[in-house]
């Protein structure tokens, strides 16, 4: 009876986190534009899209119980393919957030928490406005970075207002007048852009930054990471080198803590020098490094890569002292540090061939059973093939030599049948011919005869 009341609350529960996710078909073209909509576009096929899926449901439960406008809603991509292709899916499960005529792609971990905030962020304002200095010192405990427009109506405001409403699915954008600023924050002329991130401020320099979206692009991480490989997809949009020290962070040891140490220094203390170009922190161990260069690098150590173009760059030397990090940095900066990898056509087909070398070894490491039936099998049968190949060859070069035999023999046969007929004609010739001679001589001597008469 227990087990009856448990499985009942569990449907009972199923179905009502179910119903705070609405199933969507075609008719969602013509009704989505009078709400705000986060959707889910799977396949049923796809993988991905069925772990996605209790997820899914928990985003629905809470943004219902938190009283947000934002729907949850999902849409089998395959069934209501136009749908699909309108709003621009290309692949399995895609996360969009509709809001209006705009859409917006979810490109974070797919994790209740960061769908949620993500949904929340650009559901609301494109640029929020903070009215007093308290709400600003909220905000700023809440944000590792913060940007900020101080000032009036101008020009550079509404710069900031487009870059904002296409940068909002990565930070936050807030404005505030002059007053709202703490005392130590100094502007030497407004408007400004500012960044508030790693216990400090950078104000923008348009002669110097360039581009507002760019420079803003390039701040929206903080001066230092804990570096995975979502981060890493993140920061090629940045343009910028990553100086990384790949540590062993759960069992570190003392070389590991000092490389580590190294590269915070040279975040923080020599920001002016590389932050326009860099970006540091440290990676917990070395098989994403591996499979991004195709390589082994041992741990502890300092790598630079270039996201732009997959090169990377290793010390020539040991780097002892932070003057040995800085130079090396300085060495990649103005090319004369060895660029290793890269992405021209060999390095292309490296990639091929290691990629499919390392699906078929994690393939047999977690399930020798299913690698042997999955690469055997087909092994085993291309075999076969080819030495059905190979035997049906030699079968018929036996056979045709056999033939070719066969036919000598014959054509030798004929030869001495030939002969043979040659021979016997020649004897029957031979008689003829001698009845010939003795008729001549018969009339020889008949004529003979008649003269001695």
């Not at 799977?42 to 943004?63: D, I, Q, S």
């Amino acid at each position: 009876m227990a087990v009856k009341l448990s499985l009942f609350y569990a449907a009972v529960c199923t179905a009502v986190v179910s119903a705070f996710v609405e199933e969507l078909d075609d008719s969602f073209k013509d009704t989505r534009m009078g709400d705000t909509w986060i959707v889910d576009f799977y396949a049923p096929w796809c993988g991905h899209c069925k772990k996605l899926e209790p997820v899914w449901h928990e985003v629905g439960a809470e943004m219902r119980s938190s009283g947000s406008p934002v729907r949850v809603g999902k849409i089998d991509a395959t069934a209501y393919s136009s749908v699909a292709s309108e709003l621009g899916v290309r692949g399995y499960p895609t996360i969009k957030l509709l809001k209006g005529d705009l859409a917006y792609n979810y490109r974070g971990p797919r994790t209740k928490d960061d769908i949620i905030e993500f949904a929340n962020r650009v559901a609301g304002p494109v640029v929020r406005s903070l009215p007093s200095q308290q709400m600003f010192e909220h905000v700023q405990k809440r944000h590792d970075v913060l940007f900020l427009y101080v000032g009036g109506e101008s020009p550079l405001k509404e710069k900031y207002i487009e870059v904002a409403s296409e940068l909002i699915v990565y930070t936050y954008f807030f404005s505030a007048l002059e007053e709202v600023l703490p005392k130590h924050v100094a502007l030497q002329e407004l408007p400004a852009v500012l960044v508030f991130k790693d216990g400090t401020y950078f104000v923008y320099d348009e002669y110097e930054d360039g581009d507002l979206s760019s420079w803003i692009n390039k701040e929206r991480f903080q001066g230092y990471l804990h570096i995975d490989g979502f981060t890493l997809y993140e920061l090629e949009d940045t343009g910028k080198l990553v100086g990384i020290a790949v540590i062993d962070d759960k069992n570190p040891s003392v070389e590991s803590i000092r490389l580590k140490s190294l590269i915070q220094t040279v975040a923080k203390d020599y920001r002016e020098h590389f932050n326009r170009d860099f970006q540091f922190g440290h990676m917990d161990g070395n098989d994403y490094i591996n499979s991004l260069i195709m390589d082994e690098v041992t741990m502890p150590t300092i790598i630079v890569l270039n996201t732009s173009n997959q090169q990377y760059f290793l010390p020539s030397q040991p780097i002892e002292h932070i003057e040995d990090l800085v130079r090396f940095i300085n060495e990649v900066l103005d090319g004369t540090a060895e660029a290793q990898g890269g992405d021209g056509i060999l390095q292309r087909i490296r990639r091929v061939i290691y990629d499919a070398k390392s699906t078929v070894v994690s393939v047999i490491k977690s399930s020798p059973l299913l690698g042997c039936f999955l690469f055997g099998l087909p092994l085993g049968v291309i075999s076969i093939m080819c030495y059905g190949i190979c035997t049906a060859d030699s079968d018929d070069g036996s056979e045709e030599a056999e033939l070719f035999k066969r036919e000598g023999r014959d054509q030798e046969l004929t030869d001495e049948g030939s002969e043979e007929e040659l021979e016997d004609g020649n004897d029957e010739q031979q008689p003829e011919s001698g009845a010939e001679h003795s008729d001549e001589e018969c009339e020889e001597k008949t004529s003979t005869e008649k003269k001695t008469d």
